[in-house]
T-cell receptor, first 112, second 110 residues
Framework: SQQGEEDPQALSIQEGENATMNCSYK?????LQWYRQNSGRGLVHLIL?????REKHSGRLRVTLDTSKKSSSLLITASRAADTASYFC????????????FGQGTRLTINP | NAGVTQTPKFQVLKTGQSMTLQCAQD?????MYWYRQDPGMGLRLIYY???????DKGEVPNGYNVSRLNKREFSLRLESAAPSQTSVYFC?????????FGDGTRLSIL
């Protein structure tokens, strides 16, 4: 069974607005990663946050991690049409030997 | 910079046919992975190889076999394809984090 659950399943916003996606997981983790998937393409790594970190930034991306609630959020600020894609969280469980477990993803649509 | 290359990109099979999906990476990574992605779902791990000469089962290994041919190549074989194996298959490689993905093989079993 998949460990990550993402919310919402789909999100549609106007260009320039901020987009927030949430991920919950079930077991202790070494790290949590976010990936983007454009239609018909493979996944591209966006950002990794380790279990001892609470917040991380990369450009317009901000990721938070709350290990007590077993949850993470991805914030994309000042969205652009090119941000339209599916976004997946993936957890690397303790003792999991780098075997990632992916959530079901959030389909983000940015409207011009 | 090819990264992870998967062949073929598309394939249609009849039930019971066999097929091997190929994956090669040029990043000198030790670990390689095979996933399947079904509509509306995230990726599920089929098999992985932590290093050349080793393979291990993931979450959904039934109906599949793998071969780590050398450090660069990791193939996935369907011995007797079933309609339930219709999916998009992704190969990935890594040296610790993160994983680097190919663009997938879209496989339909009729």
């Amino acid at each position: 069974s998949q460990q990550g659950e993402e919310d919402p399943q789909a999100l549609s916003i106007q260009e320039g607005e901020n987009a927030t996606m949430n991920c919950s997981y079930k077991t202790s983790i070494n790290n949590l990663q976010w990936y983007r998937q454009n239609s018909g393409r493979g996944l591209v790594h966006l950002i990794l946050i380790r279990s001892n970190e609470r917040e991380k930034h990369s450009g317009r991306l901000r990721v938070t991690l709350d290990t007590s609630k077993k949850s993470s959020s991805l914030l994309i600020t000042a969205s652009r049409a090119a941000d339209t894609a599916s976004y997946f969280c993936a957890t690397d469980a303790v003792g999991g030997a780098q075997k990632l477990v992916f959530g079901q993803g959030t389909r983000l649509t940015i409207n011009p | 910079n090819a990264g992870v290359t998967q062949t073929p990109k598309f394939q249609v099979l009849k039930t019971g046919q066999s097929m091997t999906l190929q994956c090669a990476q040029d990043m000198n990574h030790n670990s390689m992975y095979w996933y399947r992605q079904d509509p509306g779902m995230g990726l599920r791990l089929i098999y992985y190889s932590a290093s050349e000469g080793t393979t291990d089962k993931g979450e959904v290994p039934n109906g599949y076999n793998v071969s780590r041919l050398n450090k660069r190549e990791f193939s996935l074989r369907l011995e007797s394809a079933a309609p339930s194996q219709t999916s998009v298959y992704f190969c990935a490689s890594s040296e610790f984090e993160p994983q680097h993905f190919g663009d997938g093989t879209r496989l339909s079993i009729l």
